[in-house]
């Protein structure tokens, strides 16, 4: 049972460049959260996604942040433009959200974002 | 808005000493609260949860209670191993909508044989 899985797990870009952050959800789930952290400190919520919909952005900076759940195939979180202040680790959780109360998000390895 | 304050880290212990960790939360209504634990490059894991007032979660040794009257969910381990060396975050969610987690700053506990 393959659990939460991320790719990459380490990135490095330019300052300017684009990065593509991918998430799988584990099997059976539909429901994707992404999270940021910055160096010692805590996850911050980024966005909320739903196959084919974006239920709730309110962690996501205006600009340049965008994500998608397609129908098929991973989420995925887009960065265009990276700034130094992009470099942090980036966390995909999924939730099944069909059974029990609170619906448990189970969290991939991460993909830690560099930017030069 | 939701918050969550965490007892500021690092903590060092001897093996086989007792843990705390405390976390205090400010949240509208009733929320859920859990604590997470993180290894060196890898992901959160669900360590323990709790939905209501007075439940207690528990998991590998470790326990928690949610306490609404102090708004507390401190962590506790009797007698904590070298493995146990990681870095813990408290957290909570809303019950309902979209129940994203809010999560403390995270304490980095390390164990010493």
């Known amino acids: 049972n393959a659990g939460v899985m991320q790719n990459p797990r380490h990135l490095v870009r330019r300052r300017g460049q684009e990065a593509r952050l991918r998430c799988s959800p584990m099997k059976g789930h539909s429901h994707v959260y992404w999270y940021r952290q910055l160096p010692e400190e805590g996850l911050k919520f980024m966005v909320y996604?739903?196959?084919?919909?974006?239920?709730?952005e309110s962690g996501m900076p205006k600009e340049r942040f965008s994500a998608e759940f397609p129908k098929e195939g991973p989420s995925i979180l887009r960065i265009q433009q990276v700034v130094r202040g992009d470099s942090a680790a980036y966390f995909c959780?999924?939730?099944?959200?069909?059974?029990?109360?609170?619906?448990?998000?189970?969290f991939g390895p991460g993909t830690r974002l560099t930017v030069t | 808005g939701n918050s969550v304050t965490q007892m500021e880290g690092p903590v060092t212990l001897s093996e086989e000493a007792f843990l705390t960790i405390n976390c205090t939360y400010t949240a509208t209504g009733y929320p859920s609260l859990f604590w997470y634990v993180q290894y060196p490059g890898e992901g959160l894991q669900l360590l323990l949860k709790a939905t209501k007032a007075d439940d207690k979660g528990s998991n590998k040794g470790f326990e928690a209670t949610y306490r609404k009257e102090t708004t507390s969910f401190h962590l506790e381990k009797g007698s904590v191993q070298v493995s146990d060396s990681a870095v813990y975050f408290c957290?909570?969610?809303?019950?309902?909508?979209?129940?994203?987690?809010?999560f403390g700053q995270g304490t980095r506990l390390t164990i010493n044989p």
């Open positions: 996604l739903q196959k084919e919909n974006i239920i709730d």
């Open positions: 957290a909570l969610s809303d019950r309902q909508g979209a129940q994203k987690l809010v």
């Open positions: 959780a999924s939730s099944n959200r069909g059974q029990g109360t609170p619906y448990e998000q189970y």
